[in-house]
């Protein structure tokens, strides 16, 4: 995974949208957590990064017109590993 944002390293948006990001998945688990109403959970982890995965590459293939290289790099991840996620995804 990529390391966290530093406050002295990214503009004031940037921190802002991660912000964002941690508050909807913030609120998901919650509500999820009442949802599961004293049920036993399963796999969050796994649940929670699936979940936000996928919009996470549907959307860097779209900004970068398709481009895996430009959105390996955008990304921070080696091409080949994107490649195996679309894979997973069914995205390619």
Partial sequence: MSQPIQ????????IRQYEDISRCVRGALEQYFRDL?????NTIYNMVIKS??????????RQSNGNQTQAAEM?????????KKLAEFQLV
């Fill in 7 to 14: 406050a002295e390293k990214c503009p004031i948006e940037e």
């Fill in 37 to 41: 109403d004293g049920e036993k959970p």
């Fill in 52 to 61: 936000v995965e996928r919009p996470m590459l549907e959307i860097v293939l």
């Fill in 75 to 83: 990304l921070g991840i080696n091409r080949n590993t994107l490649r």
